[in-house]
């Protein structure tokens, strides 16, 4: 059984940095797919950044993000630790959310898409002062 924990939230003031940490245990994915969501209240959930991996057939990893962190927010990925990041810059508060992250073995065609991952975590808040 996958579990995936979060951890590094918390409050922040704008223009600051923080960094999130995504530990999946009770499986090594050697190829995959782990992202970041965010949803902030009476919102729906939006897709953050993710990063995809293989094994053999590539090297290095592809990441995405979307216009709103683009420039701001980085994705990387500890592959020894099995854990994946999100270091947040220039934080603003719209950036106010709580943050999940997810996997997948799958090494996703569309990664944005949050219906697809297999596994989650339970979230952290994070809340952006002005």
């Known amino acids: 059984q996958v579990q995936l924990v979060e951890s590094g939230g918390g409050l922040v003031q704008a223009g600051g940095s923080l960094r999130l940490s995504c530990a999946a245990s009770?499986?090594?994915?050697?190829?995959?797919?782990m992202g970041w969501f965010r949803q902030a209240s009476g919102k729906e959930r939006e897709f953050v950044a993710a990063v995809r991996w293989s094994g053999g057939h590539w090297s290095g990893d592809i990441t995405n993000y979307s216009d709103s962190v683009k420039g701001r927010f980085i994705i990387p990925r500890d592959n020894a630790k099995n854990t994946v990041y999100l270091q947040m810059n220039a934080v603003k508060p719209e950036d106010t959310a709580v943050y999940c992250c997810?996997?997948?073995?799958?090494?996703?065609?569309?990664?944005?898409?949050?219906?697809?991952?297999?596994?989650w975590g339970q979230g952290t808040q994070v809340t952006v002062s002005s």
């Open positions: 997810a996997a997948d073995s799958v090494i996703k065609v569309t990664p944005s898409d949050y219906s697809t991952y297999d596994y």
């Open positions: 009770g499986r090594t994915f050697s190829s995959g797919t």
